[in-house]
């Protein structure tokens, strides 16, 4: 796989055992055996309410983080559940995503949504 390749990871599902055993794991091995270049994930819908609520799973992001994803959660949906701060405090891009994914998939990213 090309170096300049990029990979914009949409993870929506509230259901842990996608987070855990495909959205984590898949993002991490494609940031971390080098299949992408860069690798952004990206908490969307239900997911930012999941993520908020859950300590191991917040671990794990923030693991993905250190290891160079960058992690983006969509405003609006995490103020709709009310864990925008919530998910600031433990060190996320919480922005409005339409922008941003809009030009994800105008600058030619790989798009895969859970």
């Known amino acids: 796989m090309g170096n300049r390749e990029k ?25 971390m055996k080098g299949w992408f270049s860069e690798v952004v994930l990206i908490v969307w819908g239900p997911s930012t309410k999941l993520l908020a609520e859950d300590g191991e799973l917040q671990e794990k992001v923030k693991g993905l983080m250190k290891s160079g994803v960058k992690v983006q959660a969509c405003s609006v949906c995490a103020g709709e559940y009310g864990v925008a701060e919530d998910l600031e405090k433990f060190g996320l891009e919480v922005i409005p995503m339409g922008e941003p994914l809009t030009g994800y998939l105008k600058e030619d990213w790989k798009v895969l949504s859970f």
């Open 7 to 31: 990979l914009a990871v949409i993870w929506s599902s509230r259901d842990k055992d996608v987070a855990e055993k495909v959205v984590l794991m898949y993002t991490q091995g494609a940031k």
